[in-house]
């Protein structure tokens, strides 16, 4: 295959200018600090000597509540928030005016396939105000590369969280010319996959759906044994509530889950079970899941859906709808680059979604089939709200990688849309801050003392609005600041790299549903 014609985005050497407001370091710490600390005059440094920067005259949002804390002073040393209120500057910190702007949680996208190198996802994410993001597959061990640079400081990008490579059943739905996927076909060969994700450095195990039960179950009790979590795609052959059961921390996009609400689920899940595909047929498997789909969003039951999500609840099994994903695939013929962002888009990737559109998903398809889409569209907006209304777990995630999604800027389109089906602004805020944190268990996800200092200052009051989340002023990355004059910098360094040429050391890890060009 010829590389230069696959998704890949261009390298940059340009470097990113940002103001320190602290130590970039993932180990620092410091105390909380009091009042008559931050007036005493005697210490403006931890016991590190890091110097202490305040955010002032700023409105903090608490996620978990939805109240608005007005005129507040956020103190920054080291990584660490060390106080929040109406709080004295202490003498000699770096204070940072901010009357009139809004203080969020540092945003995560939790379903990304980041593209191009290391210039390209990485400052797009954080000029993005996304913090932390969750790599759902690594088929090319660069993602871990960057992870730990990220750790070690000697790279500015957000916290990653990274995947296995994909594990999934025989045959498998990826084609092996575009994405190395780990195939298995028994226990001995689902405990092996584990043991060598794990000896790579993947963070939890990615597994996907093709799997026999099995090879899910032995995978399952494998990952556990080597102190990794599950996440991924329900498997065809494995019911919701088993997978639910079993302890797969999360299941992602809406494919399996709407079946299992069905008054015909016995049905669906046999028609499911009979799709048949050869090696790398992803499209022939999602083509076959239309007609499956379309029975059971027909067939929707108040009362399954009450138990299913009511399991989901009580597990705490997460979902990550990715309704961006799903917006593009279900409308095809109305999905397009967002002319704001498609100058960070490389020509060849814009060419290789265009491609994928054209040819996998617009191709020979029927009125009838059309117009089944549209409305798929619009029940997977009600399943989402059910989802809020059960009060499910749900995370915040855009299968970054899929077309037209472009890195960073897709979790705003994400927030949008869950807002669009029904949940509340605060709702959506929680799905991509609180829970998040909570769901991978960092020390983030709310503005107060002693947590990391991941933070976003916005122009306008996202409560009020979602679309104010886009409104960025500055960025906090474990205490650093990004101010305005860097994060624009850091964009036009992505528009320069993506113009160059494609680099052989550029990454293409695939989306849900394929977005790789045959040569």
């Not at 440094?45 to 996620?63: F, K």
């Not at 400081?153 to 010319?177: C, H, K």
């Not at 619009?378 to 999604?405: C, I, K, M, N, W």
């Not at 996800?445 to 306008?460: H, I, N, Q």
Request: aromatic share 6%; proline share 6%.
């Amino acid at each position: 295959m010829n590389s230069s014609r696959r998704q890949f985005l261009a390298r940059s050497a340009a470097g990113v200018a940002v103001v320190a407001g602290g130590s970039f370091s993932a180990n620092s710490s410091a105390a909380a600090i009091s009042p008559a600390a931050a007036t005493s005059g005697i210490s403006t440094r931890n016991q590190r000597g890091t110097r202490i920067t305040a955010l002032t005259d700023v409105t903090v949002i608490d996620v978990v509540s939805g109240r608005r804390d007005k005129h507040q002073t956020v103190l920054i040393s080291g990584d660490r928030i060390i106080g929040v209120g109406r709080l004295p500057v202490p003498r000699g910190a770096i204070e940072l005016n901010l009357s009139g702007k809004f203080v969020i949680p540092g945003l995560a996208d939790m379903h990304v396939h980041s593209l191009g190198d290391k210039h390209v996802s990485p400052p797009l994410y954080l000029a993005n105000g996304l913090t932390t993001v969750r790599e759902m597959a690594a088929p090319d061990p660069v993602l871990y590369d960057w992870r730990d640079r990220i750790e070690a400081g000697t790279l500015l990008g957000p916290r990653m969280v990274v995947a296995s490579q994909i594990i999934d059943g025989d045959p498998t739905l990826w084609d092996p010319n575009l994405l190395h996927v780990l195939v298995v076909k028994d226990e001995a060969g689902a405990r092996a996959a584990v043991r060598l994700v794990k000896g790579e450095g993947a963070d939890f195990v990615k597994v996907y759906s093709r799997l026999s039960p099995t090879a899910y179950r032995a995978i399952l009790d494998e990952a556990k044994k080597q102190g990794l979590t599950v996440h991924g795609h329900a498997p065809d052959q494995v019911s919701i509530k088993q997978v639910s059961a079993a302890g797969q921390r999360s299941i992602e996009h809406i494919h399996s889950l709407a079946l299992s609400v069905s008054t015909r689920e016995a049905d669906v899940r046999r028609m499911q079970r009979a799709i048949t595909v050869k090696t790398g047929d992803y499209n022939g498997w999602f083509r076959q899941m239309h007609p499956i789909e379309w029975i059971a969003a027909n067939t929707y039951s108040p009362a399954r859906a009450a138990d299913v999500f009511g399991t989901l609840r009580r597990n705490r099994t997460r979902v990550t709808p990715t309704l961006t994903m799903h917006h593009a695939l279900d409308l095809p013929d109305f999905t397009g680059p967002d002319p704001a962002t498609l100058k960070y888009l490389s020509e060849d990737s814009i060419g290789t979604f265009e491609y994928v559109m054209d040819t996998l998903y617009k191709a020979n398809r029927g009125a009838e089939e059309i117009a089944h889409q549209q409305q798929m569209w619009e029940y997977r907006q009600r399943f989402v709200r059910e989802l809020f209304a059960h009060d499910v777990p749900v995370l915040a995630g855009t299968d970054t990688g899929t077309p037209y999604s472009v890195p960073g800027f897709a979790l705003h389109d994400e927030l949008e849309l869950l807002v669009g089906a029904g949940a509340s602004t605060r709702q959506a805020l929680a799905a991509a801050t609180i829970e998040p944190a909570r769901f991978l268990g960092l020390n983030t996800g709310t503005v107060e003392p002693r947590k990391l200092a991941d933070l976003v200052v916005l122009d306008a009051d996202p409560l009020q609005d979602i679309r104010n989340t886009r409104r960025i002023h500055s960025v906090i990355t474990r205490g650093r600041v990004i101010s305005p004059a860097a994060r624009q910098k850091m964009l036009a360094d992505v528009e320069t790299a993506v113009k160059q040429p494609p680099s052989a050391a550029a990454i293409a890890t695939g989306g849900c549903c394929g977005t790789s060009r045959p040569a």
